[in-house]
C-alpha cells in the first residue's frame, strides 16, 4: 500500500505492530505513540486467512477494515507501513512480516498488543526470542476485566459461573446500579427475555453499509484469492470503519434495543438479523468498544429510550457472557481445547456447508450463515449447536466450522462458546448443563417446523422430527455421565419412566438417522469437496 514509511533508512523509533483485530487508535501498542518517530505496522497476510479457511466475508470484512484504519491513521499525520496481501516479498506470515519491517525500519524494539489467539500468543513468545531487539507484549485494554483479574476470580474453583462474574462486573463498573443496588431491583430480567415472535410482527429494518472504492478492490481480492472458501460476498455490507460502526450502533439503540429483550431468542424464516445488535465483527476488531457500547445502552436505559429489561439483556450480554469467555479461554489454555468429556467423535456432516438436509431448521440456519457470516445467538446455540451436542458430533471438526463461518469468530470467543456452552466437552467448566433440546423448543421458538418435511409432534419413525429422538437417545448415551447432575434431574426421571420398547425405539430411530449422515453426507457432495472447503 502507499503507507508512509518516513524514516525507514535508519530511525531508531518503536516499531507498533497492530493486528487485524485491534484496530483502534486506543489500542495499548498504540497509546504512547511518537509521532516523530515510530512506525505503526499492519499486514495482510495468507497464514491468517487460511489456518482456517475463513468465510469469504470475514477476510473482506477485516481486510477492508484494516485498509480504512490505516488510511485513518496517515491522515492523522503517522507513519503507517502497510503490507498488502500480493505486494511483492510477502511472505504470507505475521513473523515473516515482523522480522522484514524490522530490516526495514531497524526499530530499537517492537511494542505489540497481547493477540486473542493462543496460537498468536505463542508466535509472540518466539519473537522474543528470535527478533535481535526488545519486544513489549502489551495487555489488551479493550477488555472490561483484565485477564489477570479473571484467573484470580477463577483460581480454585472448578465450575465457573457466568452470574457471580456478571454480578461482580455490575458492581466494578456501576453500569445500571443505583449505589450499591441493581437498577429495578433485579440482577437479572433473564425470564423476560424468550418470547416467541408474534404472527405479523415486523422486525426493523437494519442498516446496511454499501462498499465504497476501497471496500469493492478488498471484496475482489477476496474473491480471486479465496473464492473456493465457503461464503457468500455479494451480500457484503458489514460496517468497515469506526464512523459506519458508530452509525450501526445509535440505529441499533434507537431502532432495535427497545425490543431487543422481548425476542432475543426468537427466530423466524427470513428475518435473520431480529433485534439483534449486529455489532460483534465492529466489537471484536475494535471498531468500537465493549465500554463505549455498555453505557450507550445504560444512557438509552436512563433516558427512557428502552426498558430496563431489554437493557440489562443487553448488557449482560456484553458485559456478562462476553468478558466471561474471553477470561474464562485465558485461564483455560492451552488446554482447554483438549478435552472431550461426553466421547463425542461423529464427523461433521456436509449439511453443515451446504445447506442440504431436510432439517429445515439446520438448512435455514446454514444458509443464513452462508449469506452474511453471522446467525445469531439462538441459532448457533440451539439448531447447528444443539444438532452437534445431541448428534455426538466431534468437537474438534465442530469448532472449526464455527471459527470459519462467522465474520466474528475469533478464538478467545468461539471456543468457550463452543468447546464449553454448546457440547459441554469442557464437562461443566463454562455451564452447569448441556442445552440439549428435542424439536420442541425448536418449534416453541420459531416458525421453522411448520415448513418441514419433519413433524415436530411425531417422536418416532421416518416421519418424526430427529430432534426428538437423538434428545433422548442423547440423554440414553450419556447417562452415567449426566445423571448425577442436579440439574439434569428431570429429563432423567422422565428417561427412566420409558418402557424398554420406547427405549428402543428410540435407540433404533437414533441409530438409522445417524448411519444415514456418515452413508450419505448429502446430495453433490463428495468426500472431496468437504476437505476442499475446510
Ligand atoms: P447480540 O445478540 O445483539 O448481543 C450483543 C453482543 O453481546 C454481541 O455483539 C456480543 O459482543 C455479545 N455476546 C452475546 N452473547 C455472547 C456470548 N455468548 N459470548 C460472547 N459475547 C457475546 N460471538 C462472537 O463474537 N464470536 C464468536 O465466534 C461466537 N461464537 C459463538 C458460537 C456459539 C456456539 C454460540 C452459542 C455463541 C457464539 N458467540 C460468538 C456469541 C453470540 O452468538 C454472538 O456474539 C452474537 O450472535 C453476535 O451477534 P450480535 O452482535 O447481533 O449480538
Ligand atoms: C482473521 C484475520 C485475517 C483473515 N487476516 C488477517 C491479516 O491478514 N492480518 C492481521 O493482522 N490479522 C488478520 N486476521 C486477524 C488475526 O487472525 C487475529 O489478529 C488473530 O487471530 C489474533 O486474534
Ligand atoms: Fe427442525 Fe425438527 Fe422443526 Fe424440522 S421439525 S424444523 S428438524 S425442529
Known sequence: MAGKRRGSAATAGTLRFVLGDQLTR???????????RDVVLIVEVRDEATYV?????????????MRHFAAELEAEGLAVDYVRLTDAG??????????????????????VTEPGEWRVWEMMQDWRETLAIPVEIRADNRFLCPREDFSRWAEGRHHLRMETFYRGMRRRTGLLMDDDEPAGGRWNYDPENRKRLPKGQQPP???GFQPDAVTRQVIALVEAEFGDHFGDLTGFSWPVTRADALAALRHFLADALPTFGDYQDAMKTGAPFLYHALLSPALNAGLLTAEEVCWAAERAYRDGVAPLHCVEGFIRQIL???????????ARMPGYRDSNALGAGRDLPWFYWSGETALNCVAQVVGETRAHAYAHHIQRLMVTGNFALIAGLDPAQVEEWYLIVFADAYEWVELPNVHGMVLWADGGVMGSKPYAASGAYIDRMSDYCASCAYDVKVKAGPEACPFNYLYWNFLIENEERLAGNQRMAMPYRTLRGLSDRRRAEIRRDAAAFLDSLQARPGPDQSGDQTDRVR
Do not use: M
Open 26 to 36: 486506543r489500542v495499548s501498542s498504540l497509546v504512547d505513540l511518537d509521532p516523530e
Open 53 to 65: 479457511r475463513h468465510h469469504k466475508q470475514k477476510i473482506a470484512f477485516l481486510f477492508a477494515a
Open 90 to 111: 510477502n511472505t504470507g506470515s505475521f513473523t515473516g512480516e515482523l522480522e522484514r519491517a524490522v530490516a526495514r525500519h531497524r526499530p530499537d524494539r517492537v511494542v
Open 205 to 207: 429494518d437494519r442498516i
Open 320 to 330: 456478562g457472557w462476553r468478558e466471561y469467555v474471553r477470561g474464562l479461554y485465558w
